[in-house]
């Protein structure tokens, strides 16, 4: 049997899930061709660098563009190519419906140059079905024999490059040939492949693991929500409720989103059939999503505890990315910024200044804020600072010193809990845990 190297990949769409692949693959000792057609996405490639952060990514793509991975806007008709992964994006319409538009288009365009034996692979998020329904007749037109695979992406943001070489990979064909040659790609990636009996499976699998993780922290956030009202610490309970007892796994409450958890339930809810719905996957998405209304109403409470409410307060807000570790700078379905939105609209009088230690300052621009360039500036002369998201940095913040910078009376509400334990004196200023409400009454 031939090395699958022998032959050359295209990968079409250079987001998050193609890049990290194509910079994989072409270090893996393929010949990687990439497609994209967002003018960012190629100024950056033009300039050997990524348009996201992700752990050492640079580096590596600055070494294969310099020998096995070029790019281009459209899908060359080279011959030597036998493999096309497609890794479009398929973001959600208003009416929370996934958009198929990209992974049609990109089928098209793979129909046109479509050879004997030519094996795609279909990685994006998709609504199950759509391999089936949607990719395989339009690629049955061109009338050659061809094998289609539905192989999902499960890194995770912030360590991409590193589970892409340890993570199983799972693979669900049209039929067993397509299963082997897909096998044979990824083998060379990864020691663990994981067949499914179709195409649906494979499909499914990808949109319970985001959907699961929905649902879990969702439960954290109910328990905090329950807390608050009796009246009791939910950090504390989760704490010591699982404390050298594994039976009872519960989350720590916070903000649940980005790019994936954001829709992969409302695609699995449009995945099931009229019948039946998808109540638990559904409820809890609502839960997460109701998050920043509550968080920003308990800030309202106190700021009229404060008597600040007439006064033009300067809010801080730290953290922009809808994480902190792993380390990333994508916004994709932050629920930052839906704290953000609620905040302007619930506090006319006041200025919001935002801090993020990796997201560029042109792009907190964008959200019209005030960007600061440290801790420090973020803390100066500031009445509330809102801590969103836990990225080490924000951990390992002196906040005992910072806190002497704020006006007298402050808020500091710290939405994971980085300083729950901490016994320190914050003077003339509250510390607040998402989840520790009643702490503050």
Not at 38 to 52: A, G, P, Q, R, T
Not at 292 to 305: G, R, W
Request: include cysteine; charge should be positive; proline fraction near 4%.
């Amino acid at each position: 049997m031939h090395s699958p190297k022998k032959k050359s990949i295209c990968i079409i769409g250079l987001g998050f899930v193609g890049l990290t692949l194509a910079v994989i693959l072409a270090k893996k000792g393929f010949r990687v061709y990439g497609v994209e057609k967002k003018k960012n996405i190629l100024d950056n490639l033009k300039n050997k660098k990524s348009h996201f952060y992700e752990p050492n990514l640079n580096n590596e793509l600055k070494f294969e563009l310099k020998k096995k991975f070029t790019f281009s806007k459209k899908i060359p008709s080279y011959k030597d190519i036998s493999t096309y992964i497609i890794t479009v994006g398929t973001p959600l319409n208003n009416n929370k419906k996934i958009i198929t538009s990209y992974i049609k288009q990109t089928s098209r365009e793979i129909k046109k140059v479509l050879k004997k034996d030519d094996l795609i692979i279909l990685r994006s998020t998709v609504k199950v079905g759509t391999t089936r329904k949607i990719v395989y007749p339009i690629l049955n037109e061109k009338g050659v024999k061809y094998h289609l695979t539905y192989c999902p992406e499960r890194a995770v943001e912030g360590s991409a490059l590193k589970e892409l070489k340890h993570l199983p990979q799972i693979i669900g064909g049209m039929d067993k040939l397509s299963v082997n040659k897909a096998s044979q790609i990824f083998r060379i990636v990864t020691k663990k492949i994981i067949p499914t009996s179709d195409v649906e499976t494979a499909e499914m699998i990808k949109l319970i693991d985001n959907s699961s993780r929905d649902v879990f922290f969702a439960y954290a956030n109910e328990i905090a929500r329950i807390c608050d009202n009796i009246g009791i610490n939910s950090l504390e309970v989760i704490r010591s409720g699982k404390l050298n007892y594994d039976r009872t796994d519960i989350a720590q409450p916070g903000l649940v989103g980005g790019p994936c958890l954001h829709k992969d339930p409302y695609i699995l809810s449009d995945s099931v059939n009229k019948d039946i719905s998808a109540e638990i996957t559904l409820t809890a998405r609502k839960i997460n999503e109701r998050q920043p209304y509550e968080i920003v109403s308990f800030i309202l409470k106190k700021i009229n505890d404060f008597k600040l409410q007439n006064k033009n307060l300067k809010i801080s807000l730290l953290g922009f990315a809808f994480k902190g570790i792993p380390t990333t700078d994508d916004m994709r379905g932050s629920m930052s910024l839906k704290v953000l939105k609620v905040l302007k609209n619930k506090i006319k009088k006041s200025k919001i200044y935002g801090y993020d230690p990796i997201i560029p300052i042109n792009e907190l621009k964008k959200l019209k804020i005030i960007p600061v360039k440290s801790l420090s500036s973020a803390f100066n002369n500031k009445d509330i600072i809102i801590i969103l998201n836990n990225h080490l940095m924000f951990q390992k913040m002196k906040i005992k010193n910072l806190t002497k910078k704020l006006n007298k009376p402050s808020l500091i509400y710290d939405v994971w809990g980085l300083f729950e334990n901490k016994k320190i004196n914050y003077k003339n200023s509250q510390y607040v845990s998402l989840g520790a409400h009643s702490k503050s009454i």
